[in-house]
């Protein structure tokens, strides 16, 4: 094995274990605004899960380059109607929430 393919291994190494350790931390921001969400709308969170639908990079507010991550999850009011819901985050920052027949709803 050469030293410049050993750096490179480790290089993308360490990118790959930021990226796992920063879409965890994401998907947790996501996975609490989504239960709050629901808890504030008197409605169950289903699975007490999200699912990453989208994963792109972005601007922040500042400029500086962010992953941009869409989120669904899904939720109920009656224990039999499904209904569907979105997380948008920049980053590990909630800028957009919203639940399937209701309003738009920021952080």
Known sequence: MSF?????FLCLSALG???????L????????ASSRACQR???QLLDDTVALERL???RDRDGRLKLERLYVFE????????QVGSVLLIGWRVEVLQMEGGDLLLP
């Not at 274990?17 to 879409?23: A, K, P």
């Not at 931390?25 to 609490?32: D, F, I, N, V």
């Open 25 to 32: 931390g994401a998907r947790e921001q996501a996975r609490a």
């Open 56 to 58: 792109w990079p972005r």
């Open 75 to 82: 939720f109920t009011d009656t224990g039999h109607n499904r």
């Open 4 to 8: 410049s393919f050993l750096i490179g």
């Open 41 to 43: 709308s008197g409605v």
């Open 17 to 23: 274990l930021w990226f796992w350790r920063d879409s």
